[in-house]
């Protein structure tokens, strides 16, 4: 399938809305188990007011004990096997781009070639492979930290609350100089700080700067992706369970687009959409940026 460039409308705050094919994902809103389930959240995420939809069959925290050769070469076959008939179909009747959250080079190649029009890799293209193959391509990338990639073992922080943006910011300004010099335009990056727990390495304090800090994360001169939907910073701060996040992660959807991110990864759309929808409308002197009705 040929490619077509997309070019993200970036006046107004953008939704990106979660579908995960993983059955080991933290959290079980916008997760599929079939077919029919991906193609009936991908037509109410249209219907709520989602701009892209991101779709995803890797496992961002594999157990440690398949995180060897074989077994990712295992993981990469059974990605493909659930992703590429999925994504064949969501193609054929979605109206919005389509973004796959994927680190694998084989799999980038193949959803490419199906006519996707974003690949987010929480790996930043580090994966050898990853870059040769979206540097033939026309996609849009998008470039996240994350601090273990696949080390076996728990890895000591480099940077803490006080230095975390600084970090951050170095990281995500050296892969974009890795795009450039790989060809890449600038055109089709998107940085990502990489909010979240776990193998995203940041506590509820340095998640909290990350936050205060996408103000200093704009010099980078990308648009920002932001994913805190449901993440484990909110256990951290209110104690709440994974099924109880949806108006948290509202609330930090609502603070990252006022600290200038420009789109949010998140679980719950219809939520998201309006409560960003009515805080752009404040904060662009009452116009709206959405006419939908739902």
Do not use: W
Not at 37 to 65: F, H, K
Not at 177 to 189: E, F, Q, T, W, Y
């Amino acid at each position: 399938m040929q490619y077509m460039a997309i070019n993200l409308n970036l006046e107004r705050p953008l939704i990106m809305g979660i579908i995960n094919l993983d059955s080991a994902s933290f959290s079980s809103t916008g997760r599929c188990e079939s077919l029919d389930d991906v193609l009936e959240t991908v037509e109410r995420y249209q219907a709520e007011g989602v701009d892209i939809i991101d779709i995803g069959a890797e496992p961002t925290n594999p157990p440690l004990a398949k995180r060897n050769t074989k077994a990712q070469s295992t993981y990469a076959s059974d990605e493909l096997s659930r992703l590429l008939p999925i994504v064949e179909r969501v193609r054929a009747v979605c109206d919005v781009p389509i973004s796959i959250d994927t680190s694998d080079p084989k799999v980038m190649q193949a959803v490419i070639e199906l006519g996707v029009n974003i690949i987010n890799d929480v790996r930043a293209f580090e994966k050898p492979g990853a870059m040769d193959v979206v540097a033939q391509s026309d996609v849009t990338l998008c470039l996240m930290h994350m601090l273990q990639h696949n080390v076996q073992e728990p890895v000591n922080k480099p940077y803490d609350e006080t230095t975390v943006v600084d970090f951050v910011y170095a990281y995500l300004e050296s892969r974009i100089k890795a795009c450039l010099d790989a060809g890449i335009p600038r055109r089709r990056l998107i940085a990502d700080p990489g909010f979240g727990g776990g193998a995203f390495g940041k506590n509820l304090a340095e998640n909290a700067a990350l936050i205060h800090g996408l103000s200093r994360m704009k010099g980078l001169n990308l648009p920002l992706l932001v994913g805190l939907s449901h993440k484990t910073m909110i256990h951290e701060a209110l104690g709440l369970p994974v099924n109880e996040r949806v108006m948290p992660s509202v609330a930090l959807a609502v603070m990252a687009i006022e600290r200038g991110a420009n789109i949010v990864r998140v679980h719950d759309v219809l939520a998201t959409r309006r409560a960003i929808d009515m805080a752009y409308a404040i904060l662009s002197s009452g116009t709206s940026c959405y006419d939908g009705t739902t």
